[in-house]
């Protein structure tokens, strides 16, 4: 299994909703990845987790709140969403150690906070 | 944050080659040099990534400059499905994570 796989695809939600969005790898990784990214931007890096252990948050709001249960899952648990939050959020794995023979990334979820 | 410097768009015929420029003047003796895609809508897609030495695989070429401030990315064949946003990105020693730049849009034409 050489992916990574993100659910939902989609997703809508009000600003007082809570949900969450999964993502999983069976490749052995042990560096997981979350990114933002908004309208013809790059991604950018929220957090990683490394060890199944949170080790860079590049500061973002508490209302993202990332969880690491194994080795193979990755969560963002997200609670009231502003609409300038909606984005595409993309989940990625590596190796650890240099050089890092590459991410592997999930298609994403496309978040609409309404 | 490592920076790269690419133009923001090329346009390339189908069947030709694409060379894409990247420059990363300050790139450290320990940074690797990676290249990304992004098909609309689609995650990035690793391509290759060098240290110092020309690589190859069977999507690509990389040529880096003996002073490695600078790398070229080569797709030989341009094909209407290469179209994307193709990111240069460096990283290497403690730092793992991969901060990615603007990018450049290629566009592959018939």
């Known amino acids: 299994d050489t992916e990574v796989t993100q659910t939902p695809k989609h997703l809508v939600m009000g600003m007082t909703n809570k949900k969450s969005l999964k993502c999983e790898q069976h490749?052995?990784?042990?560096?997981m990845y979350w990114y933002k990214q908004k309208a013809k931007k790059p991604p950018e890096l929220m957090f990683v987790y490394s060890y199944e252990k949170l080790s860079i948050n590049e500061s973002v709001p508490s209302r993202f709140s990332p969880e690491c249960p194994n080795s193979s899952l990755l969560n963002l648990h997200l609670h009231a969403l502003q609409p300038e939050d909606s984005a595409l959020y993309l989940c990625?794995?590596?190796?650890?150690?240099?050089?890092?023979?590459?991410?592997?990334f999930g298609s994403g979820t496309r978040l609409t906070v309404v | 944050d490592a920076k790269t410097t690419q133009p923001p768009s090329m346009d390339c015929a189908e069947g030709r080659a694409a060379n894409l420029p990247c420059n990363h003047s300050?790139?450290?003796?320990?940074?690797?040099v990676y290249w990304y895609r992004q098909i609309h809508s689609q995650g990035p897609q690793y391509i290759i990534h060098?240290?110092?030495n020309n690589e190859t695989n069977e999507m690509a070429s990389l040529i880096i400059t003996e002073d490695r401030k600078s790398s070229t990315l080569i797709l030989p064949h341009a094909t209407l499905r290469d179209t994307a946003v193709y990111y240069c990105?460096?990283?290497?020693?403690?730092?793992?994570?991969?901060?990615f730049g603007k990018g450049t849009l290629l566009t592959v034409n018939p």
């Open positions: 060098g240290l110092k």
């Open positions: 300050t790139i450290s003796g320990n940074e690797y």
């Open positions: 990625a794995s590596s190796p650890l150690g240099q050089p890092n023979y590459g991410y592997t």
């Open positions: 990105i460096y990283s290497g020693g403690s730092n793992y994570k991969l901060t």
């Open positions: 490749m052995g990784h042990r560096a």
